[in-house]
């Protein structure tokens, strides 16, 4: 494998287990091979927006990465892949999380919701809504994560101030800087409420 064929998908994996660097073996021209034998796979079945999907799973695969790559639910972003930046946020059982720092073995039987299954046929979620009415995104990239925590956010416990959804929306990064659109929008969903 070259330098240039090298990135974050294949350098390294991660122990299932104990999170640890799996450090793959190496030869003589210094290219890294995944033994077959490192990999175990897995039945799970997942609910994801409604469809019961059932996928055969390696354990060291995220949550994440089984959404994007498997089922090409591309709405739920990669953006740092280490629980920094909100952008893979989903809804698992009802509650929010970050689809980057959880596996997909660990979620046999679960109720996922991503980005696609948030709107109920041609209407838009009232997140949705809300973000296009205050023009609350730029690029795009981070939108579906913060959507999703806004969503979570509504039925969460959290203060009535401005600083309060700041707060409780602090686990997504916007590099774009939309952060006063964003609250706005949320805003604009509490006071409705
Ligand atoms: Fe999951 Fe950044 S990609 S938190
Ligand atoms: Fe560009 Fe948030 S809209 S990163």
Redesign the pocket.
């Known amino acids: 494998m070259s330098h240039e064929e090298r990135n974050r998908r294949n350098f390294p994996p991660m122990n299932a287990n104990t999170g640890a660097a799996t450090m793959p073996d190496v030869d003589a021209q210094g290219a890294s091979h995944i033994q077959a034998s490192d990999m175990v796979m897995q039945s799970v079945s997942l609910r994801v927006n409604g469809t019961v999907r059932q996928l055969e799973v390696d354990t060291r695969a995220t949550l994440l990465d089984s959404l994007r790559e498997q089922l090409s639910l591309f709405g739920t972003k990669k953006g740092c892949d280490h629980g920094q930046c909100g952008a893979c946020t989903i809804h698992v059982n009802g509650r929010r999380v970050n689809a980057c720092l959880t596996l997909a073995v660990m979620h046999d039987g679960d109720e996922i919701t991503t980005i696609e299954g948030l709107a109920s046929h041609d209407a838009l979620h009232p997140v949705q809504e809300a973000f296009v009415e205050h023009d609350a995104?730029?690029?795009?990239?981070?939108?579906p994560g913060?959507i999703m925590s806004a969503a979570a956010l509504l039925k969460e416990p959290c203060g009535p101030e401005d600083d309060d959804i700041r707060e409780c929306m602090s686990g997504n990064i916007?590099?774009?800087g939309?952060y006063p659109n964003i609250v706005a929008a949320v805003k604009s969903l509490r006071n409705r409420a």
């Open positions: 995104f730029q690029c795009g990239y981070c939108t913060q916007c590099r774009c939309a």
